[in-house]
Structure formats: structure tokens, C-alpha cells
């Protein structure tokens, strides 16, 4: 989207896997659904009197772009944000993410009376405060909520040489201050100053975390920065992949308020949302297998907000959902690609594996129960290496915490077991004949759960060392008002600096420190993403050094003992190894053989080839890594959807949809030269 219609981007795309299904139930659920029905109208409540307004998504999720173009945060679960797969432009910066907020009506009962927007004589006032505190708060070292399996490591203050608390608040807090937008079709040119969000760094440096605009009908829309990182400080390299000092970065994070006055004059407060702004999702078509949404949604269960799902569970709700997306990793991580080979499983994208996964015969249960065991278990304290998702875990500092390798919720697994039991309905369908494509064909009472939903759903649920959007404190209801709404914090220092002593430990985080607030608490702005790597590319980059290591004496790349296979961090967001455009052109070349075409396919190459150095001997070093990615991130590719074209010579063991690396640039620093000219274009 080029500053174009607000009611375009997500509303507008087509895919026959919209999570409608698991709308049906107002509990919160922690699986996804895919079966794709169309939504049919609910009647309107007999009580129509306004009790409450709320803000929605509660948690939404903006993402950082060089680009002045744009495109709308997804607003409908399972639907790819930019239907034609440019996250570039054409002159191959990346596209921003912009979360558009509303409004929702509720009556004492709680049900959804209506969309409150700035038409028929009603007024919204918004008000959003986003800060940027990473460089005021404590290093990362890792989870400090894993107790003895993986005892947290306490962190030291970031740029600690400033000791005064007034001088950091000045020196390294970013905070722009809160900014009010009202009106309809607000600054629809992002030129406006007045809305910009800009705070200080270092006491001399302005740094721009995004800005806000209003649409047609007064929905808020929230802008991220640039994806500027950048040392106040002269001859000041990155050494470390998640706290350098004297850096920063223009990821933020803050409350989004809205007072509303009515057409009959009645003014109301709405229940607060919050917002993140943080770093690109390079292979959006790919949901991570476990999200911040399953996260969270455990967090409702064990707070007692909601309930688990009832039996038998739907199979195209609770469990398919799950096979799909891990059958997926296989286009982002070659572990995922050749598991088959090391885990004795079958392949979760064939449809034949599919439909004896949806059997919930007895005479199946064996079946059933061998996959099911192929999952490591969140319960168990075993060390479960081998085991799916293979996966790093919170743990990873310490070889022998079952927390080393990556676990899913207890609640996702729960559900698996009862589907190894056999207490599910087989009501998959791999054909659906209706979709839903925008917002407005589901049901009125069941937006505000798709609007949450979408808003999450793309977002990583672990491992958490740190992660890649947002980190471990969210799995902590201490954090939350109710389901998914984050708490805002009326106890602290508006300077927003939260001073818990020298370090940052276990008992401080959850306990607080000499009258001070405990971190994993309500929030102020900026706390979400404080404990998130310092600049962001550094961490983005450390990922990858699950493939290899090449600095013996650094404690931030993970060495595997084992030539095969390698674990991953994060694949669905940060790609691993993938197949590149010039191999997927091969393979669409019906001047190869079958052969050919069939070896380009099976091929692939790293991600971050080239990032950590080019040309004749070059040091390819992990610290060269770190410090080239803050300027090459841009050149990143992005992984998207292809269909095959109609094609009689189709090699048979090609899939018709593959999911290819597009728009990589050149990682030659020194060109000027747009990375893509000169490449053989399609």
C-alpha cells in the first residue's frame, strides 16, 4: 500500500484458511482453526444501552520499514497482510506494518452492541504514548521465570556509567511524550509534525519513533520508525548480540487510549490497548507453530479468564491448525525439510498423512499416539533433544535444562493428548467452497476476537531468549487487566525509568526492589520492549549463528556438537535456510529437464548468506555479522506464497505451492547501485 485506501491491504486478501471457526465459541481459544466457512450475521442484543468501550486489537503490533509505503496490520486470523508478496518497494526498501486500532460498544452482559466510529455526531480523541527504554534498562543474559530448570542469569544495568537516575531518564530514555489525534482522515500524509512521535537520545540526538493518522471514519492508525539503529557515541562497534552501550534503536512500544463522545453527548473512557512497533516478519505467509496468541491465550486459562475447550474438540480447530504450520518449517529450516529422516514421522503437508491424523477410530489410536509422542512433553524435566518442534529453547545456557529445547504451552499439548486418545470429530474439510476475505463478513459479536487474534497470531511465542517481537513477560497474567489487554501502571515515575538496584534478578523482577514496582507488573511505555537486543538487528542476525560459529570464545553463537541436524531459533519470522528466487525461476524453466528442475527445488541456501562477509577472504566473523546487519537488513529477502503456473510438465515431486525467497538485495556495502539492477530479472 502506497498511502493509499485504509480499507484495502488485509481486508482484501483471498485464502481459504481463515480461522472463522474457533470464532464460534466466546471463550478464549488457544488454537488457531482452519476451516474456512463463511460467517452469517448474529442478531443485534436486546439490551443496545453502552456499558463499557473497549480498544481492538488489545495488543497490536506495528513493524518497522525504510519505505514510505505501507500496509495494514493483518485484521483477519490466517490471512497474509499484502496479498501480491511486495513487502518491498521499487526501489527495494521495506514496507511499513501499520496497526489500524478501533472502537467496540458493549452492554452489561458483555456482548458487542456495535463499531463506535467518528461518523453520526460521535468524537474519538486518541491518545497513544510510546517510549523507547532499552538503553535505561538491564542487559539480557536470559528468562528470568524458569526457576531451577534454567536458574535466570542476573543482568547489569545497560550503559551503566551513568549512574544518576534524573541524568538517565534525560540521557537514555526516548519519549516522545503522548500524542492526541482526533477527526477523520487526520494526517493522511504523515507530514504533520504535530502527530510525529520523536524523542531524544543521548541528550543531542532526535529520533523519530513513528507518527499516528486518522481514517475515513476516525480509526487510529499507528506508524513505526524507520528501523534506524545508530551509536551516539564515535568509533563504538556492536560487541554483543543483545546489549551495547551507547546504541539505540526506534523499536517503542506504549498505551493507545481513546475518549469517545457519543452523538447524545455522553462521554466515556475506552478500556486502554497497547501497542508494539518492532521488526519485520521476513516470511509472513509462514505462521510460527506456536504464537504469541497461544501464549497469551494460556495465560487466560490459568488466570481462570477462560476455559478450555470442551470435548470432543474439533480437529480442523484445535489440532490441524497445528500439523499445518509445522509442516510449513519446512520452506524456512532445513531440519524441518529433512525431519522425516531423523525423527521417523511422516510429512504433516501431505494430504493423505492429513487425513489419517483427522481418524479418531480406536483402531487409529496407535497411530495417533506415536506421533504424539514425537512432541516434547512441557511437563516432563527430561532432557528431550530429539523431539519436535526441534527447536531452541529459554534455556539454551544451560546444556542439560530441559528447557534447552523449545516447548510448547501446556495447554497446546494438553489439547494434542486428547487428540491421541481419540477425543475429537473428524470435521476437516481440504476443500472449502466459501471464504471469508475482510473484516466485515464476520459477525459483529465475533470481531473483536478476530481483530485479537490476527493481531498475534503472526507473532512468535518463544523461544524467549529474548525472541524476536516481544519476550517472556508476557506469559504472566501480573502483566494483564484481563485477556490479552495490557495493564497500564499508575504507580511509577513518569520518567519512566524503573530503578530495581546494581542487577536485575528473579526475586526483583517479581518482587520489586526498595519501594520500586516489580517489572513483571502493570506496564509503562516502553517496558515491553526493554528487554528486547540493543539494536534489534544484532539479535536478528545472532539467530542464524545456530549454522555455524566462527568465534570460538563468544558465548552468543550456539555450536551443535552434531553435524545434522541443526536446531533453529525463530524460522517462521527470521528464515534459516530457503529456497531463492533465481532456483525457483529454474525450476519454473520448462527448457530443464525434469531433473534439473526437480534438483533446483530440492536445494537451498542460507538466509543470511553474505551478511557477515563478502569478497576474497573475507573474516566472515560473528561480530562482522553483527555489525553488517545493521545496515543490510533492508537488503534481507522475504519469503511469500508462489503457485505454480498451469504446467503439463510439472516435475511430480514438486509441490504446486512453494514458498520462495523474493526481493534479496545485494550484501555489498559498498554499492550504491540499487541491489537489484544488474540481476536477472524474471
Known amino acids: 500500500m502506497s498511502e493509499n485506501d485504509p480499507k484495502s491491504g488485509a481486508a482484501n486478501i483471498k485464502r481459504r484458511d481463515f480461522l472463522a471457526g474457533a470464532l464460534l465459541s466466546p471463550v478464549v481459544l488457544p488454537m488457531a482453526a482452519r476451516a474456512a466457512v463463511a460467517r452469517t450475521a448474529t442478531a443485534t442484543p436486546t439490551d443496545t444501552t453502552i456499558a463499557r468501550l473497549a480498544i481492538y486489537p488489545p495488543l497490536g503490533i506495528s513493524r518497522v520499514g525504510n519505505s ?16 501480491d508478496g511486495r513487502y518491498k518497494d521499487d526501489s527495494q526498501k521495506i514496507k511499513k506494518q501499520v496497526q489500524r486500532f478501533r472502537i467496540y460498544a ?16 460521535t468524537t474519538i480523541e486518541w491518545t497513544v504514548h510510546v517510549a523507547n527504554t532499552k538503553a535505561a534498562w538491564y542487559g539480557f543474559n536470559n528468562p528470568l521465570d524458569n526457576g531451577d530448570l534454567a536458574p535466570g542469569l542476573p543482568g547489569q544495568l545497560r550503559n551503566q556509567s551513568i549512574t544518576d537516575d534524573a541524568e538517565r531518564a534525560r540521557m537514555l530514555v526516548i519519549d516522545p511524550g503522548a500524542k492526541k489525534i482526533s477527526g477523520v482522515n487526520t494526517n493522511t500524509k504523515g507530514d504533520k509534525s ?15 519513533l513513528g507518527h499516528l493518522r486518522t481514517d475515513e471514519v476516525g480509526h487510529l492508525l499507528v506508524f513505526p520508525g524507520d528501523g534506524v539503529s545508530d551509536s551516539a557515541l564515535p568509533d563504538n562497534p556492536i560487541s554483543n548480540f543483545s546489549d551495547n552501550d551507547g546504541w539505540y534503536d526506534d523499536w517503542c512500544d506504549g498505551v493507545v487510549q481513546a475518549k469517545v463522545r ?3 453527548d455522553t462521554t466515556m473512557d475506552a478500556e486502554n490497548g497497547w501497542v508494539a512497533c518492532c521488526g519485520p516478519d521476513f516470511a509472513p505467509d509462514i505462521p510460527p507453530f506456536i504464537s504469541l496468541y497461544d501464549v497469551m491465550s494460556d495465560v487466560n486459562i490459568e488466570a481462570g479468564w477462560a476455559q478450555p475447550p470442551a470435548l470432543p474438540l474439533s480437529f480442523s480447530k484445535y489440532i490441524y491448525p497445528f500439523f499445518q504450520r509445522m509442516a510449513l518449517m519446512e520452506w524456512v529450516a532445513a531440519a524441518a525439510n529433512l525431519q522425516q529422516g531423523w525423527m521417523k514421522i511422516g510429512n504433516f503437508s501431505d494430504p493423505a498423512y492429513i487425513a489419517k491424523l483427522a481418524n479418531p477410530s480406536p483402531e487409529n489410536k496407535a497411530f495417533r499416539q506415536s506421533v504424539f509422542e514425537k512432541f516434547r512433553d512441557p511437563n516432563s524435566n527430561q532432557i528431550q533433544q530429539y523431539a519436535l518442534p526441534y527447536m531452541l529453547g529459554d534455556g539454551i545456557n544451560y546444556n542439560n535444562s530441559p528447557v534447552r529445547w523449545f516447548r510448547i504451552p501446556k495447554q497446546q499439548y494438553a489439547l494434542l493428548q486428547k487428540w491421541a486418545e481419540g477425543q475429537f470429530v473428524n470435521d476437516f474439510n481440504p476443500n472449502p467452497k466459501k ?90 511505555p516502553g517496558d515491553l520492549t526493554r528487554w528486547m537486543g540493543l539494536p534489534w538487528q544484532c539479535d536478528a542476525f545472532s539467530c542464524q549463528q545456530v549454522n555455524f560459529s566462527n568465534s570460538s570464545n563468544d558465548d552468543s553463537s550456539v555450536d551443535i556438537s552434531n553435524d545434522f541436524p541443526v536446531a533453529t531459533w525463530w524460522p517462521a519470522l527470521l528464515p534459516i535456510d530457503v529456497l531463492p528466487q533465481d532456483f525457483y525461476l529454474s525450476v519454473l524453466n520448462t527448457g530443464l529437464s525434469a531433473a534439473e528442475r526437480v534438483k533446483f527445488f530440492q536445494n537451498r541456501v542460507s538466509w543470511s548468506r553474505g551478511v557477515a562477509g563478502i569478497g576474497y577472504h573475507a573474516n566472515a566473523s560473528y561480530t562482522n555479522g553483527l555489525n553488517r546487519m545493521v545496515y543490510l537488513w533492508d537488503r534481507m529477502g522475504f519469503v511469500v ?25 545485494s550484501m555489498d556495502l559498498s554499492t550504491t547501485t540499487p541491489p537489484v539492477r544488474g540481476l536477472r530479472r524474471r
Not at 510438465?649 to 534479496?664: F, G, N, T
Open 641 to 665: 506464497k508462489k503457485t505454480a503456473p498451469a504446467d503439463p510438465s510439472w516435475p511430480k515431486e514438486i509441490p504446486k505451492v512453494l514458498y520462495v525467497e523474493v526481493d534479496r538485495g
Open 262 to 264: 457519543l452523538s447524545d
Open 68 to 83: 514510505p509505503d505501507y500496509f495494514l496490520a493483518p485484521e483477519v486470523p490466517g490471512l497474509s497482510p499484502v496479498p
Open 106 to 121: 458493549f452492554n452489561k452482559a458483555g456482548e458487542v452492541i456495535r463499531e463506535i466510529t467518528a461518523t453520526d455526531g
Open 435 to 524: 471464504e471469508i476475505t475482510r473484516l466485515n463478513q464476520v459477525s459483529l459479536p465475533e470481531q473483536p476476537e478476530a481483530l485479537t487474534r490476527a493481531a498475534l497470531e503472526p507473532c512468535s511465542g518463544g523461544a524467549f531468549h529474548p525472541g524476536v517481537e516481544l519476550t517472556w513477560p508476557l506469559r504472566h497474567k501480573e502483566l494483564f487487566r484481563g485477556p490479552f489487554r495490557i495493564a497500564l501502571a499508575t504507580n511509577r515515575n513518569p520518567n519512566l525509568i524503573q530503578n530495581l538496584g546494581l542487577l536485575l534478578t528473579p526475586d526483583k523482577a517479581f518482587g520489586g526492589h526498595q519501594g520500586t514496582a516489580p517489572a513483571v507488573a502493570p506496564q509503562m
Open 194 to 208: 504535530d502527530f510525529d512521535m520523536v524523542g531524544r537520545f543521548w541528550g543531542k540526538m532526535n529520533v523519530k
